[in-house]
């Protein structure tokens, strides 16, 4: 059966839909009030799930996953890209050319699964760079609202510039650090590590057994290969696309 038709009964309900939605944001409430009461041992953990929820929630908006309009999916892309301080326009470009083309030498995405580690750990932060012009050689006619991003991006670190050294709060850059500390490892957590355990690893299998304790994150690295066989799961239901489909082919990334 094709993969599509195999998993059209896993979407959201609507409740998970308004939770998968709202993680982000609720978390990055929480972000700024830890900051600004300066409980920073709180704070920084808060901004590193933070990034990791809208990194989430841009993968399933790049599949289309959340069961939202096509216009509402868009602006869930651009502002979960925001969070990261990406263009997510721009890393869905890239995204679908490696679901496309795992592993081969134009899936510029998956290219540090293909490297030895030293090269991922040099290389690994201008990686992302390097994703950004690829998306707009790949896909120049969403080159307009890449540009958009990347300008609010730019808009957005100036932001938190103009309030370190306006205000003196350091609320804003602290979360720039983290989330260029994520984006900097993401060759790491997000391709390396992903593509070179296989779904029988230990860490794997213990992640598979332990997802419900937070879905989003943890059936993204437990899931990893099931995802590639079925994108329009939504990552919260991995879990249960595990139970109820087919097992992808052994050799599928």
């Not at 721009?90 to 496309?100: D, E, F, N």
């Amino acid at each position: 059966m094709n993969p599509s038709a195999a998993s059209a009964h896993l979407r959201l309900s609507a409740r998970q839909r308004v939770l998968e939605l709202l993680r982000p944001w609720l978390l990055l409430l929480g972000y700024a009030a830890a900051a600004l009461a300066g409980l920073w041992w709180l704070a920084v953990p808060l901004a590193v799930a933070v990034c990791l929820a809208a990194f989430v929630q841009m993968h399933d908006a790049m599949h289309h996953a959340l069961g939202l309009p096509k216009p509402a999916n868009a602006r869930v892309l651009t502002l979960s890209g925001l969070l990261l301080l990406k263009s997510g326009h721009g890393m869905q470009v890239t995204h679908l050319r490696h679901h496309a083309r795992c592993l081969h030498p134009d899936d510029p995405e998956g290219a540090p699964a293909t490297w030895r580690f030293g090269r991922v750990l040099w290389q690994g932060p201008y990686h992302i760079l390097m994703l950004r012009r690829e998306s707009l050689r790949l896909a120049p006619h969403t080159r307009r609202i890449q540009l958009l991003e990347t300008a609010l991006t730019l808009a957005l670190l100036a932001g938190f510039a103009l309030l370190y050294f306006g205000l003196g709060s350091a609320v804003g850059l602290v979360y720039w650090a983290v989330a260029f500390g994520m984006s900097a490892t993401l060759p790491i957590w997000a391709a390396y590590i992903p593509h070179h355990l296989a779904a029988r690893h230990p860490a794997v299998r213990t992640a598979s057994a332990v997802a419900q304790l937070w879905t989003p994150v943890v059936s993204s690295f437990a899931f990893h290969h099931l995802h590639h066989h079925y994108p329009r799961v939504p990552t919260a239901l991995l879990p249960r696309a595990a139970a109820e489909l087919p097992p992808p082919p052994a050799d599928a990334h």
